[in-house]
């Protein structure tokens, strides 16, 4: 089930927002994720982390991300991989909302049978392409996939990769983002949600991190749709791209 | 071992469009030719473990077939995580090919020492395991985990039998028989257990490869037999495949001796004949191990 590059043209251009699912078959905009969010329920929500990552997922499914439902194994397809697993309510309602799992199982959420856990599992949900929940594992997973989209020829598909600014204290997101910027792997990008919750901070700043390693990085206002829009298009030629989406700190 | 590996490797680089070698500086010299001729194909991270497996996870979901390598105690021990979640919790298969064992470097000491590598990957589904005991095993072991898309581990280590054995991927091979116990050497423990158990009435058999372990190998050695007595030499910590032994004949009264390294560390450096003798592997122990443990003649 390959796309067209037409069809990879037309999803891939900017438009307003709520623009055009990707998915025909789906018609639920930005207005309904709460209703679709509220279907979740059960003891662990994770509070404020199921919403810190809900405006830019949002503006990734639906404006930048070229895959749907239909294109959720072909080879061409952008990934994107949620390596800051907990809290994946906002997640959840945004791959309802664009057609790659039915809004009927959102209420199942974290239940014995469901496909939905409080951290997503890939082997259990269409298009979701990677198991996470351990923090720092993201990041060097989306390393491999750039690499071997590369060594496949596969020159055009986007890799993006979410962490947190806690999940940036693991080690392992610093191997990675070295190497990374030393790799020149221009086909991959972070978002790092920061709602200030690392217990110690980033004195320097986050984006300092990634410049210091070869990317490109810029800090944007993670509540503004516009500008989170602008971030996730800048050009990059050459060099990894990184997105620092502040939002309203955690405590 | 290691200098074959690099060879069936980079033949692999040429002959298969999804292979893909992945390091962590150890052996990179060796890969200099194959990196030049597949420059997208020979990844060196650095001296980036977590990376060398997490990048090895993503490799296997871009739709290649990753061989990551570098020493046991860098590829499963520091990233065991990495090994239980990029790979086996992503449903995703690799090649993780290790060199350096239980003491083949034994004047580096303890942090270049990996003698409970297998027994980790034993906390974990799915792994096969082949533990090659002569460098002329390594190729088809590699050739034919490359051919498959689970997940593989390939122990090289400096230690070496003689001579290679005609061994089928999977299977244990009988290399002697006899009437009393079962004695299964793992990989180079081969040639120093024959020439302990000279003289005795005992069936050998050996795995060169031994996850998932040759049940129906063992269970057929042991048919017709009074006694289930089994004897396991293995070249990593001892006792490894004591439970798998158990699983074989959980139906059977059997007696089991492990013999392998020991859990206390050493602290001593030298040579590796040093560190055999001390585990008390070479010859001679062995065969003071064994009889003593052999049940009295009735």
């Known amino acids: 089930m390959t796309s067209t590059s037409e069809d990879l043209i037309s999803l891939r251009s900017p438009s307003p927002s709520p623009s055009p699912s990707p998915s025909p078959d789906s018609t639920i905009g930005w207005a309904e994720l709460p209703a679709l969010m509220s279907l979740m329920d059960g003891a662990e929500k ?34 994107f991989l949620l390596s800051k697993g907990h809290g994946p ?18 209420p199942t959420f974290g239940r014995f049978h469901s496909p939905l856990g409080h951290h997503p599992d890939r082997t259990l949900i269409p298009g979701v392409e990677i198991g996470s929940g351990s923090l720092g594992h993201g990041l ?8 071997g989209l590369r060594a496949r020829g596969l020159s055009d598909p986007a890799v993006w990769v979410l962490i947190g600014d806690a999940e940036l204290d693991e080690g ?14 221009d086909r991959l990008h972070t978002v790092v949600i920061d709602n200030q919750s690392a217990t110690h901070g980033w004195s320097g700043g986050i984006a300092s991190r990634f410049s210091a390693a070869g990317w490109s990085a810029v800090t944007v206002d993670g509540r503004d749709h516009e500008a989170l829009h602008r971030a996730f298009t800048q050009p990059h030629p050459g060099r990894p791209h990184a997105v620092v989406a502040v939002v309203e700190p955690k405590n | ?87 086996g919790h992503q449903a995703v298969g690799a090649v993780l090919v290790s060199a350096n064992a239980s003491y083949d470097w034994p004047a580096g000491g303890r942090t270049h020492m990996a003698p409970g590598d297998v027994a980790l990957l034993d906390t974990l589904p ?36 003689g001579a290679a054995r005609p061994i089928r991927p999977g299977r244990f091979l009988t290399v002697r028989e006899g009437a009393g116990p079962v004695v299964i050497a ?22 060169a490869t031994v996850r998932p372990f040759d049940t129906p190998a063992l269970r057929a050695a042991l048919t017709g037999r009074a006694a289930a007595d089994v004897v396991l030499v293995e070249p990593y910590l001892a006792n490894t495949s004591a439970p798998f032994v158990s699983e074989a004949l959980h139906d059977v009264p059997h007696r089991i001796l492990g013999l392998g390294v020991a859990r206390e560390e050493l602290r001593n450096y030298g040579e590796q004949h040093e560190h055999i003798a001390a585990h008390g592997l070479d010859p001679r122990s062995l065969r003071d191990r064994i009889t003593a443990w052999l049940p009295a003649p009735v």
């Open chain 2, 1 to 87: 071992m290691r200098d074959r590996f690099i060879a069936t490797a980079s033949a692999l680089l040429d002959e298969d469009p999804r292979a893909v070698v992945v390091l962590a500086d150890i052996s990179s010299d060796g890969f200099q030719d194959a990196s030049r001729a597949h420059p997208d194909r020979v990844i060196n991270v650095g001296i980036r473990e977590q990376l060398l497996v997490g990048a090895t996870g993503g490799l296997a979901l871009a739709g290649l077939r990753p061989i990551a390598h570098t020493f046991a105690s860098f590829l499963i021990e520091r990233p065991f995580e990495q090994v239980k979640l990029d790979l």
């Open chain 1, 172 to 185: 392992s997101n610093h191997e990675a983002l070295a190497y990374a910027g030393a790799a020149r792997l």
């Open chain 1, 46 to 79: 994770h509070g404020p982390a199921a919403t810190s990552t809900l405006d830019t997922l949002w503006v990734l499914y639906d404006r930048v991300l070229r895959v749907s439902p239909d294109t959720a194994e072909a080879p061409d397809r952008d990934r």
């Open chain 2, 186 to 207: 793992v990989g180079p423990v081969l040639d120093d257990t024959l020439k302990a158990v000279e003289g005795l009435d005992v069936t050998v058999l050996y795995a």
């Open chain 1, 89 to 106: 309510m906002a997640y959840y309602a945004i791959l309802a909302a664009k057609g790659f799992i039915d809004p009927a199982v959102l």
């Open chain 1, 140 to 147: 060097p997973m989306g390393v491999g996939t750039a690499l």
């Open chain 2, 126 to 161: 799915g792994w096969t395991v082949h533990i090659p005991g002569h460098p002329d095993e390594v190729e088809p072991l590699l050739r034919d985990a490359m051919a498959g898309d689970d997940l593989v581990y390939l122990r090289l280590s400096a230690q070496s039998n």
